[in-house]
């Protein structure tokens, strides 16, 4: 039996080595579940510590079987590692070093979690939810006339927050924070990934996520 | 050395043996047990035994106030199990009710158990179901581990959750154990004791140590472990976050404790339950149709087909070793 140290992204995520691009959604989806600060899932078997670095496994193993040109490049050095040896790239040395504080319930990862874990429940049933801000209008009066993207960075700038802060706050990986800035969707998982992550993003810096998926749909449509 | 001539015996690959239990009482393993055997015998000769040797109640949640037969004349006044148990009125379901002694009944002497685990096994119904009681005593671990398919059911609550973590590390710990007495590797013994009493021992840890030291016993033991497959009940779900607890917690198990835990389903709560108890109603009669029934329907459709799937596996039944008779190691493939 491996350790959790010893085991390949694949295994981490337990999904096939011919999982399709869903299904390791799904499994990254699980793991968030599983592995999420404000949950008793874990209780008892890890220690906060734990849990948190199991969270960044499963983060750093969904960065590279997400991308088709990172994953073949990893399938291929897989293939070439013989069963005696560690797996490549190995995952330890991809964690950025531990917190020594506990992390703090947040907003961004429960709202990434939302609809993976309840799609039908009013956002007032939870407590995370329901501390976000009431919504702000940003001072711009040219704010309605920027695209999404550029709507979200403006906000960001202004309330002098790092895209660095928002990372770390909403647990979006800071490479997805910049292409949703950017507008790169095509660098970004599924669309329903993409409407989670601008409602986490836009809840962190405490505005209405609502009227940001409306502007991101009607962008779309046009 | 591994002598690897242990007796085999066959055994009839249809009859099946499960047993339900979680570690925490209150989850809902009576419940579960009593409405399994419901509907699993509108096809099927299927009899629930009521193993929860303080505190039986599976006959409660079949209805049934009177009890002719109990495991009290099967223990004590020595009559064959199949006689004690006794048809439910419901279908092809028999049910051989719990002990009415109440003191004591924790900790059966040896060869009053080993008689019960025997005739368990002879009893003639294609499915046998122990209702087991909750914590983690031997009597509990041993039955679970007895079984084809062992069951626990679990709530969505932080205690429910940590009590059935205890229980599956328990399991795992007296598999191990039976193994390891029955194989003759007794060496491994003190290392499996000190894992057991360790704060943070885990079953990987101790078959990495093993691995190091003896990497044939190593191997015999990840094969009993992988063998070793239980099932996941989350009962009285009340929202979709319950359900994705149960894959979370299968994930978990798999990953960290070194066992496979398959996760068959959840119960959603339903308020019926509790009047059918008081109006001595079994639910699946009443209910057939709620949302909880549907649940309890398909989980047990997925537990026959993953019990027929695997391979019957039946570590320890003779428990010789504890009175110093000679081990035997029973398996059928």
Redesign the interface.
């Known amino acids: 039996?491996k350790?959790?140290e010893e085991?390949n992204y694949y295994e981490l995520l337990?999904v096939e080595p011919s999982a399709t691009t869903e299904e390791i959604e799904k499994a990254y989806l699980?793991?968030l579940?599983?592995f999420r600060p404000d949950w008793?899932?874990?209780?008892?078997?890890?220690s906060e510590a734990e849990r948190e670095k199991s969270l960044q496994r499963a983060e750093v193993a969904f960065e590279v079987l997400r991308d088709p040109a990172r994953r073949r490049k990893y399938d291929k050095v897989l293939r070439q590692t013989s069963p005696g040896q560690l797996p490549p790239g190995l995952v330890e040395k991809s964690l950025p070093p531990s917190k020594t504080e506990a992390a703090e319930p947040s907003a961004g990862l429960w709202g990434r979690l939302r609809l993976?874990?309840?799609?039908?429940?009013e956002q007032k049933d939870h407590p995370v939810v329901a501390e976000a801000a009431t919504p702000v209008r940003p001072s711009l009066s040219e704010g309605y006339a920027l695209s999404v993207g550029q709507y979200l960075r403006t906000v960001r700038i202004n309330r002098g927050l790092s895209l660095e802060t928002i990372a770390a706050n909403t647990r979006i990986n800071i490479i997805y924070l910049r292409a949703l800035e950017e507008e790169h969707y095509d660098q970004l998982p599924s669309e329903s990934y993409v409407r989670l992550m601008l409602t986490a993003y836009a809840k962190s810096l405490k505005i209405d996520a609502h009227r940001v998926i409306e502007s991101y749909d009607s962008r779309r449509r046009d | 050395m591994l002598n690897p001539a242990c007796p085999c015996t066959d055994a009839d690959e249809k009859r099946l043996l499960w047993a339900v239990g979680g570690g925490k009482g209150g989850t809902g393993k009576s419940f579960v047990s009593a409405n399994l055997g419901l509907e699993l015998s509108g096809d099927l000769d299927v009899t629930v035994v009521d193993a929860d040797l303080g505190s039986p109640n599976l006959h409660t949640f079949l209805g049934i106030r009177h009890r002719e037969l109990t495991l009290t004349d099967f223990l004590y006044r020595r009559l064959p199990l199949t006689q004690v148990a006794s048809e439910t009125g419901h279908n092809r379901l028999r049910l051989v009710s719990g002990s009415n002694e109440t003191i004591g009944q924790g900790d059966l002497e040896y060869f009053r158990k080993r008689r019960l685990l025997q005739q368990i096994h002879e009893l003639p119904s294609a499915i046998t179901l122990l209702d087991l009681g909750a914590g983690t005593s031997f009597n509990c671990i041993d039955f679970f581990i007895l079984a084809d398919t062992g069951i626990l059911v679990i709530n969505p609550?932080?205690a429910s959750?940590?009590n059935a973590?205890?229980f599956i590390r328990a399991t795992t710990l007296r598999l191990l154990e039976n193994t390891i007495r029955k194989c003759g590797i007794v060496h491994l013994l003190e290392p499996l004791i000190q894992t057991r009493r360790q704060a943070g021992g885990t079953?990987?840890g101790f078959?990495?140590f093993v691995g190091r030291q003896d990497p044939s016993s190593a191997h015999l033991l990840?094969t009993v472990?992988d063998r070793f497959n239980p099932c996941l009940i989350v009962n009285k779900a009340r929202?979709?976050?319950d359900v994705?607890?149960g894959?979370?917690?299968a994930?978990?198990v798999?990953?960290?404790?070194?066992v496979k835990l398959n996760f068959v389903g959840a119960i959603p709560f339903d308020d019926d339950i509790h009047a059918c108890l008081t109006s001595f109603d079994p639910y699946l009669v009443k209910h057939p149709h709620s949302q909880a029934a549907c649940a309890l329907k398909l989980i047990a459709k997925r537990l026959v087909t993953i019990s027929q799937a695997r391979r019957r596996f039946v570590p320890a039944v003779d428990l010789s070793y504890e009175e110093g008779g000679r081990a035997q190691l029973l398996r059928t493939s």
Do not use: H, W
């Open positions: 039996m350790k959790v085991l337990n699980l793991s579940a599983t008793f899932a874990t209780y008892s078997v890890l993976y874990l309840s799609p039908k429940d | 609550e932080p959750v940590e973590y205890q079953v990987a078959l990495e990840a472990l929202k979709n976050d994705v607890l894959r979370c917690i994930g978990v798999t990953k960290y404790l070194a």
